[in-house]
C-alpha cells in the first residue's frame, strides 16, 4: 500500500520572474514541509518537464531541483510524457514505493510556458499529422464535431463546462482565471477552431506541484494520509478508423483502475479529468463512466458536475481555469484530491468525500492520445 | 507562404514535397494525385503515412496506392495565427478514403474552409501551401470537395 503524506501546488499563470527550477523548489519544499517529513528519508526523486528541453534547451533538470533541495546521490528520474509528464512521474514513483525499493519519494512537476517563444503544442515537430497542420485546438475541434454530429452535443452544453470551471475557480486562490463568465461570454469569445472559442481552451501557464509519496510503514502513525487505491498508465490503441466521438483509451484505462480500486464509477465523490477543451471534460464524463455515451453534454448541463452536484467534476478550476503548465498539471490534479480527501479544501471542499479519480492524457497520435494516466486515492 | 492553392501535376514541380512518399501522380489518371501509405499483404491492413511494419505480425509493408478520393469523417477550421505558413483560416479532417479502409488525417483545401461539411465527397490534391520546417515553400496534399457536377 502506497500513501500520500505531503501535497503542494504553486500559483499558476504567468510567473515572470519564476524559471522551471524555482518553482520547483518552490513545490518541492512546499510539500516536505506539508508532510513535516526528514530530507533524509527522501530515497528517490521523480521530476517531469515536458517543454524546457524546446524552449529554453535545459535537459535533465530534475537534478538540479533536487539537488538545490539538498536531495543528491539518491536516483532521480526525468519523465517527458506530454501532459501526463507529471502523473507519469507519480506513477514511477508510486511503484517505486510499492516494490520496496524506498519509503519516501519525492514528486515534482514544473513547466515555464508564458514566453515568447512559446508557440502552439503539436505532437512533434517532424511528425506528419503536425506537418500537415494538425495543432491540438483542432484535435478537440473535430472530435467536438463529431459529437455534434452523433450526438446533438450543442455549442452551449460545452460552453457550460467553461462556465462551471471559473466558477470553481472564483473558490481556488491560485487558479489562472477566477473571474466568472456567462453562457454567452463563452461563446462569444473569438474562435480558435470551430466550434471552440477562445474560453472553451486551456491557457498556457507557468507553475508547479509536488507530492511526496510514503510506504504504509513509514505513513503509520500519521494522520492527513491519504491512500493510494489505483494507479494505471496506458499508451493509445491507434486503431485504424479512429472513433473520435468516443474515447475507448479512456475508457479502457478507467475500467483497469477500477478493477485494481475495486469500486466503479458510482463510487467517486470527485473527478479531476483532463478538461484541456471544453468537449474533452464531456468525452470524459463518458469516458470515464460518470454517465452514458453521448450524454456528457447534459450531464454538464444538469449542474451534476458542479460543486454541490451528484458527482463534482474539476472543483479546482481544471485545465481551463486553473491553469495547465504541462508537467505540473498531473500533480496538480492529484494534489487537488489529497486536499479534498483531507477536507482542507475550504469553500470548494466537496462534502463527505471519501474517494476521488485524477485522469490526465497528453499527445496525440491518430485520433488517439499517447498517453493517459488514472488514479484513485482515498482515505 | 502559399495563401491559395491549385491542383496541378506539371506546375511548382521544382518545390519539394512537404514529406516524401506520401503521394504521387496516378498512374490511371495524370491529371490526379493519389495518397501513398503502406499495406501488409499478410493482415491486408493498410497505413497513412506508411508504418514500415505492420502492427499486427510486424511483417514489413509494401507501399500502396490509397486512392483519390473519401469523404470527411470530421472537420476542424482553425482560425488562430496558423503554423507553418498556413493560411488562415485552414483546415484539417480525417477523410474516410474510398480505395481502402482507412481513415487518414490531412488538410482541406483552404479556399473552401467556410464549405466543407461532415460526409462531404472529397478529392486529393497537391500544391503549393506553406512552408516546410526549413521554411521553404512546399507541396503539401490536401481534399478539394467534389462538385455535385464532377464525373468521376
Redesign the interface.
Known amino acids: 500500500m502506497v500513501k500520500i503524506i505531503g501535497a503542494s501546488v504553486t500559483s499558476f499563470g504567468p510567473r515572470p520572474d519564476q524559471s522551471i527550477t524555482s518553482m520547483a523548489i518552490e513545490a518541492g519544499l512546499s510539500a516536505m514541509r506539508d508532510a513535516n517529513a526528514d530530507y533524509a528519508d527522501v530515497g528517490a526523486g521523480f521530476f517531469s518537464n515536458a517543454l524546457g528541453a524546446k524552449l529554453f534547451g535545459d535537459m535533465t533538470i530534475g537534478q538540479n531541483v533536487f539537488a538545490e533541495l539538498g536531495l543528491n546521490r539518491i536516483p532521480v528520474v526525468n519523465t517527458e510524457n506530454a501532459c501526463t509528464s507529471g502523473s507519469t512521474a507519480f506513477y514511477l514513483a508510486q511503484l517505486c514505493i510499492a516494490a520496496g525499493q524506498s519509503d519516501l519519494a519525492l514528486v515534482i512537476g514544473s513547466e515555464k510556458m508564458c514566453v515568447p517563444q512559446m508557440g502552439l503544442i503539436d505532437s512533434g515537430a517532424n511528425e506528419l499529422e503536425t506537418l500537415l497542420g494538425m495543432v491540438t485546438p483542432a484535435g478537440f475541434a473535430m472530435r467536438a464535431q463529431r459529437h455534434m454530429h452523433e450526438y446533438g452535443t450543442t455549442p452551449e452544453q460545452m460552453a457550460a463546462v467553461t462556465v462551471k470551471s471559473r466558477q470553481h475557480a472564483a473558490l481556488n486562490p491560485l487558479a489562472q482565471f477566477r473571474k466568472p463568465e456567462t453562457l454567452s461570454m463563452v461563446l462569444d469569445s473569438p474562435m480558435i477552431a470551430d466550434p471552440l472559442t477562445r474560453s472553451q481552451c486551456c491557457p498556457i501557464a507557468d507553475g508547479a506541484a509536488a507530492l511526496l509519496l510514503a510506504s504504509d510503514d513509514y505513513a503509520a502513525g500519521l494522520d492527513r494520509t491519504v491512500r493510494l487505491d489505483a494507479a494505471v498508465l496506458s499508451s493509445g490503441s491507434y486503431e485504424n478508423g479512429a472513433d473520435i466521438g468516443r474515447w475507448e483509451t479512456d475508457s479502457r484505462t478507467a475500467a483497469l483502475a477500477y478493477e485494481q480500486a475495486g469500486i466503479g464509477p458510482e463510487e467517486l465523490d470527485l473527478v479531476e479529468c483532463h478538461d484541456a477543451f471544453t468537449i474533452a471534460e464531456i468525452v470524459h464524463y463518458e469516458g470515464l463512466g460518470l454517465c452514458g455515451p453521448g450524454e456528457g453534454g447534459a450531464l454538464v448541463e444538469s449542474g451534476a458536475t458542479s460543486l454541490g452536484g451528484r458527482i463534482p467534476v474539476n472543483v479546482s478550476g481544471g485545465l481551463l481555469s486553473r491553469g495547465h503548465p504541462v508537467a505540473a498539471t498531473g500533480i496538480a490534479q492529484i494534489a487537488e484530491l489529497v486536499l479534498q480527501l483531507r477536507q482542507e479544501a475550504g469553500s470548494r471542499q466537496v462534502e463527505n468525500c471519501r474517494t476521488g479519480l485524477a485522469h490526465c492524457m497528453g499527445g496525440d497520435r491518430k485520433g488517439d492520445t499517447k498517453s493517459c494516466t488514472v488514479v484513485v486515492l482515498s482515505r | 507562404m502559399s495563401t491559395a492553392s491549385e491542383e496541378t501535376t506539371t506546375n511548382h514541380s521544382d518545390l519539394p514535397p ?2 516524401d512518399g ?1 503521394f504521387a501522380v496516378s498512374a490511371e489518371d495524370p491529371n490526379r494525385f493519389e495518397l501513398v501509405g503502406g499495406h501488409c499483404q499478410r493482415c491486408d ?3 497513412f ?1 506508411r508504418s514500415m511494419h505492420c ?1 499486427h505480425c510486424r511483417a514489413e509493408t509494401d507501399e500502396h496506392s490509397l486512392g483519390s478520393d473519401g469523404n470527411i ?8 495565427k ?3 505558413g ?1 493560411p488562415r483560416p ?1 483546415a ?3 477523410i ?1 478514403l474510398e480505395a481502402v ?3 487518414v ?3 482541406l483545401d483552404p479556399v473552401q474552409c467556410e464549405d466543407a461539411v ?1 460526409g462531404a465527397g472529397v478529392r486529393l490534391s497537391v500544391g503549393p501551401l ?1 512552408v ?2 526549413a521554411g521553404q515553400d512546399c507541396l ?2 490536401f481534399f478539394k470537395l467534389i462538385a455535385e457536377n464532377e464525373d468521376n
Do not use: E, H, K, M
Request: glycine residues 2%; contains cysteine.
Open positions: 512537404v514529406a506520401i491492413d493498410y497505413s503515412p502492427c469523417y470530421s472537420l476542424a477550421v482553425v482560425r488562430i496558423p503554423p507553418l498556413l485552414y484539417v479532417a480525417y474516410d479502409p482507412l481513415r488525417f490531412c488538410l461532415i506553406g516546410n520546417n503539401r496534399p
